[in-house]
């Protein structure tokens, strides 16, 4: 058997999220139908995480085992040809024996986009969230800052989230403008269902006058979701990369 990893791109505009679900087109079903029909039998493909439904990825990381004998490029240029152009194989590689793209991974990188020209883009419309009003990325910023180390992050996780430890470190919280565009990058060893796009939908309202910075302190002190701000939409949302300890495991664009 041969362990082999992925780093895989997508729009996730049309797909209900990365995991296999019995009435919805998603990542991890197209990608393991389309090596299914390589290797002639069943694959499991182990993601680096669950991206949601409508949430994108640049480098997301999936593992699997087979027996196949196909070269890597073999693999990639196969699936490449088999796979819906909204998700590419970016890259195949060997990778060590029993690892795992979940368990091994040791930080994700996620970058939150906002669209801010006052009239619509169709072009950005699939991958930032049009927020039209002024933002103070000074407030943005010194409001992030409070958000670095390790903090109970309870009051940013959905109401179902099931992970029992609600602790994170966030290694990085930056706020940047690109022409109309300003990007939210958080990096962190990992992070809670809806973190990021809570974090997101609070840090909106602060850049509009509507929380003073210093809230943000208070609010992960008070681990009370009904008190942080709304959810974000998940199109504004890029899984940019994930990183890996074990230096034979596979690269993470962007990291």
Known sequence: ???????????????????????????????????????????????????????????????????????????????NAALPP??????????PEGFDARRAARGKHYCYRLYTRESRSPLA??????VWRPLDLAAMQAAAGALLGEHDFSAFRAADCERPNPVRVLRRADISREGDLVRLDFEATAFLKNMVRILAGT??????????????????????????????????????????QDPHGPPAPGV
């Open 203 to 244: 840090l909106v309202e602060v850049g509009q006058g509507r929380r003073d910075p210093a809230e943000m302190a208070v609010l992960l002190a008070g681990r009370d979701r009904t008190r942080a701000g709304r959810t974000a939409p998940p199109h504004g949302l890029t899984l940019e990369a994930v990183s890996y």
């Open 125 to 130: 419309c699939r991958t930032a969230w049009h």
């Open 86 to 95: 909204d998700v590419a194989v970016v890259e195949v590689a060997e990778a």
């Open 1 to 79: 058997m041969r362990t082999l990893r992925l780093v895989l791109e997508y729009d996730g505009t049309d797909f209900g999220g990365w995991q296999r679900q019995l009435n919805a087109r998603t990542v991890q079903a197209v990608v393991e139908d389309a090596l299914a029909e390589m290797t002639g039998g069943p694959v499991t493909l182990r993601g680096s995480g669950r991206t949601d439904a409508g949430v994108h990825a640049r480098a997301q990381v999936a593992s699997f085992t087979t027996e196949a004998r196909i070269p890597v490029d073999g693999f990639r240029r196969g699936l």
